[in-house]
């Protein structure tokens, strides 16, 4: 007498390892796509706590001029662009243009900045003394600004800002594998200029 597996049984058998393998398969994709999510949600979030904290770190330095130099310290552009000049460094002198106390000048490196929203590259970009943008966050998919004097009211003159509300959303480029939407945040946040 023979032992082993008839045909059919080993037919059945692989019909049915097929059906669990393909389950398992299955499962292990999802996952793979939830935690690509989680990884791209976890981006989004320090993309935009990172470009918040660096614009508010030169929005409240605005117009610091300890030698009363006289210059201004914001000159508004539009609701997303915004030029901020202060008076951080440079007093160490030859060699050492960006190193030492304020030197009475906004010609060192990040005195004289211009903080823009690059809507078509989801991007806020940086660019200082004239030189080539550099973003410093990208996936962001809206920022705005709205400048205050010090009674609160709304301004468009440069002059007179002493508060800013920043408001930046970033978003995920992958959407939700479950609900196929894409993840989105706001922060917003008010500073006051240390100059004010």
Not at 13 to 26: D, E, N, P, R, Y
């Amino acid at each position: 007498m023979e032992h082993g597996f008839t045909m059919v049984e080993f037919l059945v058998s692989a019909a049915i390892f097929m059906l669990v393998a393909g389950g398992v398969f299955s499962v292990l994709t999802q996952a793979q796509r939830t935690v690509s999510y989680q990884v791209e949600i976890q981006g989004v979030l320090e993309s935009t706590r990172l470009a918040m904290d660096t614009v508010e770190r030169m929005v409240q330095q605005a117009g610091n001029d300890p030698h009363k130099v006289g210059f201004a310290g914001i000159t508004i552009v539009s609701s997303t662009e915004v030029r901020v000049r202060s008076d951080l460094t440079g007093s160490a002198g030859p060699g050492s243009p960006d190193k030492g106390d304020p030197d009475g000048d906004t010609d060192d490196a990040n005195e004289d900045i211009t903080i823009r929203f690059d809507a078509a590259g989801q991007s806020i970009e940086l660019v200082s003394g004239g030189g080539p943008a550099q973003p410093i966050a990208s996936n962001i998919s809206a920022f705005a600004m709205q400048y205050f004097d010090c009674n609160g009211t709304a301004t468009s003159i440069g002059g007179d800002v002493s508060r800013i509300r920043l408001s930046i959303t970033g978003v995920s480029p992958l959407r939700d594998p479950q609900t196929g939407r894409a993840f989105s945040m706001e922060l917003v946040s008010d500073v006051r200029l240390a100059a004010r």
